[in-house]
């Protein structure tokens, strides 16, 4: 439903998106991750068409209804709705008087308009708000506004650019049951955010890019697989640790350390957990507290972009 190839974009002698290609199917959720400065942002404004692509292509659609943004642009654009960062609505408006506003922009009126404007209040749970403003809304309600403003022409494909950011768990878990009523509905969703447990709990696929490239896309199964470790074990201890000495350590993946905090991947926790443990007390670093646990999307993430700081 949504297919990008090859695209590019630089300015000046920084490229910022390199040759990059991804597909997303209807009724499909795909994460979008990357550190900061990766090229997320660039991305997704050349998906939707807000910013063109110096090379290659993104078509919207299939078959014969496939259309290429910078070519068909106005009508691709239309079977795009994007749920950006920022929240994207009029404070002084009411809830539908704001829908009513977007969906006129995309030349909806009369009875279609209403009932579409109707439809998607009631997806985001605002249906008995619908006259009230913005301006007395929490920032999960405001949030869940921004969500139905992109569904009210009824889009093909959906663009989130960081939909949860400041919103309570509750409203979280309210914008999760829309995204995935949303693809049970055979929506195309692209879903960009710096929580791994989110893109864990929805995404059918996970895209992550770093330096304007994609360097992993997979199945979370599929990323799981590209690690060496199963599991991790943190211990607390005293002192600086040689890292490339205690990375030697057979069974030891990956070692960091933050502070007093070791971190450290296993391919098998008990002889793994043994040999940090013998290796730490050989090396004068007495343990003050040990924790483990299996390797998680943040450990894929982190294995292939770095733990190195971004800001």
């Not at 993946?253 to 933050?258: D, G, H, I, L, V």
Request: with cysteine.
């Amino acid at each position: 439903m949504l297919e990008a190839e090859g695209i590019r974009k630089s300015y000046g002698s920084r490229v910022v998106v390199d040759d990059l290609s991804l597909t997303i199917a209807a009724g499909e959720i795909v994460g979008l991750l990357g550190p900061n400065g990766a090229g997320k942002s660039t991305t997704v404004a050349m998906l939707c068409g807000l910013l063109g692509a110096e090379r290659g292509s993104v078509h919207v659609g299939s078959g014969s209804e496939r259309l290429a943004l910078g070519i068909d642009s106005h009508a691709a654009k239309r079977r795009i709705g994007v749920v950006p960062q920022e929240l994207s609505i009029y404070e002084n408006l009411g809830a539908a008087a704001n829908l009513e506003l977007f969906g006129a922009l995309y030349g909806l009126g009369g009875a279609l308009l209403r009932d579409r404007v109707a439809a998607a209040l009631d997806l985001v749970g605002l249906a008995d708000r619908a006259n009230d403003k913005p301006q007395v809304f929490s920032g999960g309600m405001k949030r869940r506004l921004n969500i139905a403003a992109a569904l009210v022409h009824d889009p093909d494909v959906l663009i989130f650019d960081e939909p949860t950011v400041g919103v309570d768990p509750q409203s979280r878990n309210a914008i999760f049951a829309n995204l995935e009523t949303l693809r049970g509905r055979g929506k195309a969703l692209l879903y960009t955010t710096h929580y791994m447990e989110e893109a864990e709990r929805l995404c059918d696929r996970v895209v992550i890019m770093d330096h304007g490239r994609i360097v992993a896309s997979d199945t979370l199964a599929g990323l799981h697989r590209m690690l060496p470790a199963v599991a991790t074990i943190e211990v607390d201890v005293d002192g600086t640790v040689d890292l490339s000495a205690l990375g030697s350590v057979d069974g030891i993946e990956r070692p960091t350390q933050n502070g007093t905090r070791v971190h450290a991947g296993v391919a098998d926790l008990g002889r793994g957990a043994q040999a940090l443990l013998d290796w730490l007390a050989a090396h004068g670093h007495p343990v003050q507290r040990i924790s483990s646990g299996r390797a998680d999307l943040e450990d894929v993430f982190l294995s292939l972009t770095g733990r190195q700081l971004r800001d």
